[in-house]
């Protein structure tokens, strides 16, 4: 399962690379806007300083809605950095970028997924990853692990390569659920990574260990 952290955050990002299980990471225009990132050529430009932080794959996502605007942007942010991975949304302008993207050997993100039939649209279209956004339809007493669940079982009947990345993970539990049904990716916050360290029982053995250590030396 690879580990993507969801932040534009530059400083979270290194602290997850520096802990050695990153794999990528994920960005929105919500997560720029919150770093302060704003203009086209500061966006761009944040884009290449995560590519050069991280060894994985980097969504950036596309602003226009129509497909035109979608290509054009997604060109310009494919030959940024070979890391970069398309971010288009699950609309049906979107559908048609995804297919012009795979025919033209852009990777892309299919993001804002939230139904199964969504996600086997995004695999029809050759979309790389597609990100259904787990918290958000828990946040709407939808079970989003069950949405995982079932495009698990459609792509593996029919042997589509499109990865899921559970998005819009807030905790270690949607991790370890992830984990269990299959996702190929989680991305989340920094937490949801470092919270799967912690356990009392660790620490209180450590604190014994190291105080029968003592002991004797
Ligand atoms: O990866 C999708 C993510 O950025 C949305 O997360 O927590 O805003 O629902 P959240």
Do not use: W
């Not at 054009?72 to 993207?101: C, D, R, S, T, W």
């Not at 852009?106 to 804002?112: D, E, K």
């Amino acid at each position: 399962m690879k580990f993507f952290i969801d932040t534009a955050n530059l400083d979270q990002i290194k602290e997850a690379q520096d802990l050695g299980v990153l794999d990528g990471v994920t960005t929105n225009p919500s997560l720029m806007a919150k770093e302060g990132i704003t203009g086209r050529n500061n966006i761009l430009k944040h884009y290449v300083d995560i590519c050069n932080i991280v060894d994985g794959d980097v969504s950036a996502e596309v602003i226009a809605t129509d497909f035109e605007g979608m290509v054009k942007e997604g060109e310009e942010l494919a030959e940024l950095h070979n890391q970069i991975v398309v971010k288009v949304p699950m609309i049906k302008e979107g559908v048609k970028a995804i297919k012009y993207f795979t025919d033209h050997g852009i990777r892309t993100n299919c993001t804002l997924v939230f139904s199964a039939g969504q996600a086997l649209l995004a695999a029809k279209a050759g979309a790389t990853y597609v990100s259904p956004f787990i918290g958000r339809l828990d946040d709407i007493s939808t079970d989003g692990l069950e949405l995982i669940a079932d495009i698990r079982l459609i792509y593996d009947n029919y042997g589509f390569e499109t990865q899921i990345l559970a998005a819009s993970v807030r905790h270690t539990m949607h991790v370890i659920n992830c984990a269990k049904i299959g996702a190929d990716v989680m991305t989340g916050p920094l937490s949801s990574i470092e919270g799967l360290l912690k356990h009392p029982l660790t620490d209180s053995g450590l604190k014994q260990f190291l105080e029968d250590y003592k002991k004797g030396n």
